[in-house]
């Protein structure tokens, strides 16, 4: 994670997802900024489907295989050539247990795994 924070500093967090009912909690969305890039983070789970009747901290203290989640990770703003993005994704794995998708704005996230 310090390696990651060296580069990047956050510069937003909010909550996103259902905010009212029972079957879902809302998740952390963090922007961050460094490198000449703006990124956004969000964890989202593997099964669409799936409900956790849990916290989403609780959810990211507890990430791992085991979670059912992967780290969606999206460039925001400036430019990353597909090497740049590889890159990326290996900086973020290295913090965080989570499989890792990164994509430029504007992708569609086709699926979680990496």
Do not use: C
């Amino acid at each position: 994670m310090a390696a990651f924070l060296e580069r990047f500093r956050k510069i937003g967090h909010r909550k996103v997802g259902a905010t009212a009912g029972w079957k879902s909690y809302p998740a952390d969305e963090i922007t961050w900024q460094g490198q000449g890039l703006v990124l956004r983070t969000r964890p989202r789970q593997i099964d669409p489907r799936a409900t956790f009747h849990i916290s989403s901290n609780q959810r990211l203290r507890t990430s791992g295989q085991t979670s059912a989640e992967f780290l969606d990770v999206e460039v925001l703003e400036g430019s990353v050539d597909d090497a740049g993005l590889e890159v990326l994704r290996a900086l973020i794995a290295a913090a965080d247990t989570r499989p890792v998708v990164v994509r430029r704005r504007g992708e569609a996230l086709r699926a979680w795994q990496t």
